[in-house]
């Protein structure tokens, strides 16, 4: 039975940096996870969860993220981002009558966005920045 260790955060951000140094970019988050655990393997195995791995790249600072979703019907309204756990903002705009409706949802940590009806994230694409 092969054992895996849980890296730091500090050794997962300095993967990202090699993985990123070789690509310009990465379209799935498995994808990602896959390079990453190559990039640290050595005489031990890392595993690093995928939700992990997407918040230590999108606090990085190293690339950007493009998050794939898909659309529901689904209408509720949302306090944390699906996408990072951040707290979301509410979008609003100014009725005729002079009060404020809610449009939707956005995230200033990773740029995550809905509708009220709900957008779902499906697929998230790494792309290093300038
Ligand atoms: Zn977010």
Not at 23 to 51: C, F, H, N, T, W
Not at 83 to 110: I, Q, S, W
Request: hydrophobic share 35%.
């Amino acid at each position: 039975m092969p054992s895996y260790r849980i890296p730091s955060d500090d050794r997962v951000r300095a993967s990202l940096v090699r993985v990123f140094s070789t690509r310009q970019i990465v379209d799935s988050q498995r994808r990602l996870k896959a390079l990453v655990e190559k990039d640290m393997k050595g005489d031990e195995r890392y595993r690093v969860g995928e939700p992990r791995l997407r918040l230590l790249a999108i606090d990085s600072g190293l690339v950007d993220l493009e998050i794939n979703c898909r659309d529901t019907d689904e209408m509720r309204s949302l306090i944390k981002c699906p996408v990072c756990g951040a707290r979301l903002k509410k979008v609003r705009n100014m009725t005729v009558f002079g009060g404020t409706v809610t449009l939707g949802y956005r995230c200033e940590r990773c740029k995550y966005w809905t509708g009220l009806k709900r957008r779902v994230p499906t697929r998230y694409v790494f792309t290093r920045r300038a």
